[in-house]
């Protein structure tokens, strides 16, 4: 008989180690307009502007950048209970933190997941000011709140089938005609996603993605880093997803982790809700208007931790992967969707 999986919720909180707090603090605070909740020499604790949890957020000073931890809220305190024994039952490392172990959250399960993922449950955390209407202090830019995770994980169907275990729904995927799967969105929230599981060398953090209400606020991020010459900072985008719909940034903190911004994906909440399944060769899967992804976009991510703080061996993705088979010689994407088109004709 299998264990019952802990009532997951949503995404909540993750935790980056960055080697530079005040450069951190500069592009999360300054730039991308990150409410702080605490701060002091070890660590940066920020929030969005709708979020009445403690921070959703975690910088934490290091000697070289990682992922630190991936946290879940669940439903009831009572859940812990069932997350410890769940990830006993798999034989994955456990422990128990006290509440106030990490600043603002109460008791947690910390595990490694199957998937080589430091992942925390929690339900307790401290409430602090929501800053919905306080339009006094939200930029240009404002983040409305944390909205996934992606991480990078060398076997995409396993991965789908662990989460599928922890009660997380697919709302759309990458396949190709041979079944070869590249990517898959799972949520338990309503929206397309509280964690994305893509196809490459892993465990690695491929981004974090905080929403924002508005696209002007996502341009605005781009006019902001350009007027500080940091377009270097902006990786992929500003563009619309063919995946989720949503509109999107992704941009490279200091340290390299990269951060999504997005915002306008759809409501999932139905119990049919349909699951929508993308061709690897479909050029408009990843952007709508057809613009190439960066090669860097495919191969860079964050390296994580073990529950020792020790960095997490890579294990090589052995399936094909989306870029080898989407990005040619040119640096450039090709297909289906770029086929020869004449004005006037229906697509
Ligand atoms: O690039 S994709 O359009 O497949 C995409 C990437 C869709 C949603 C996301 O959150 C994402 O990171
Ligand atoms: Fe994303």
New binding site residues.
């Given amino acids: 008989m299998t264990a019952t999986p802990p009532d997951v919720i949503r995404c909540a909180y993750a935790e980056l180690v960055v080697t530079d707090l005040a450069a951190s603090r500069a592009f999360y605070v300054d730039v991308l307009g990150l409410v702080v909740t605490h701060e002091d020499s070890s660590a940066l604790y920020l929030r969005a502007f709708e979020e009445y949890l403690h921070h959703s957020l975690v910088l934490r000073k290091g000697p070289e950048p990682a992922l630190g931890v991936l946290a879940y809220r669940v439903r009831t305190p009572a859940d812990l209970e069932l997350a410890e024994a769940y990830y006993r039952g798999l034989g994955c490392p456990v422990t128990r933190r006290p509440a106030g172990a990490t600043r603002g959250i109460g008791e947690a399960v910390r595990v490694l997941d199957p998937l080589g993922f430091p992942v925390e449950f929690f339900h307790e955390a401290e409430h602090v000011e929501r800053f919905t209407q306080r339009y006094d202090v939200h930029g240009a830019g404002a983040l409305s709140r944390l909205?996934?995770f992606?991480l990078d994980t060398p076997d995409v169907p396993a991965a789908r089938k662990y989460y599928e275990g922890l009660g997380f729904r697919v709302s759309?995927d990458?396949q190709d005609a041979e079944g070869t799967v590249y990517?898959a969105?799972m949520f338990r929230k309503p929206t397309?996603?509280d964690v994305?599981l893509t196809g490459g060398d892993g465990p690695r953090l491929?981004?974090i993605?905080f929403a924002s209400h508005e696209r002007h606020q996502i341009l605005h991020i781009c006019d902001h880093l350009g007027a500080l010459r940091k377009s270097g900072m902006i990786e992929r985008g500003p563009g619309r997803?063919?995946?989720?719909n949503?509109f999107?940034l992704?941009v490279r903190d200091p340290d390299g982790h990269r951060i999504?911004i997005?915002t306008h994906?759809y409501y999932t909440g139905d119990p049919d809700n349909p699951v929508i399944t993308?061709d690897v060769h479909d050029n408009q899967?990843?952007?709508?208007w057809g613009n190439p992804?960066v090669p860097s976009w495919y191969t860079d991510a964050s390296v994580v931790l073990d529950l020792d703080g020790h960095v997490q061996p890579v294990v090589e993705r052995a399936e094909p992967r989306e870029a080898d088979v989407t990005i040619g010689a040119d640096g450039f994407s090709y297909t289906s969707g770029q086929a020869e088109f004449k004005l006037g004709e229906q697509v």
């Fill in positions: 909205d996934h992606n759309e990458i990517a969105w397309v996603h994305a491929h981004h993605a997803h063919g995946v989720s949503a999107y992704y999504e997005y994906d993308w899967r990843r952007d709508w992804v």
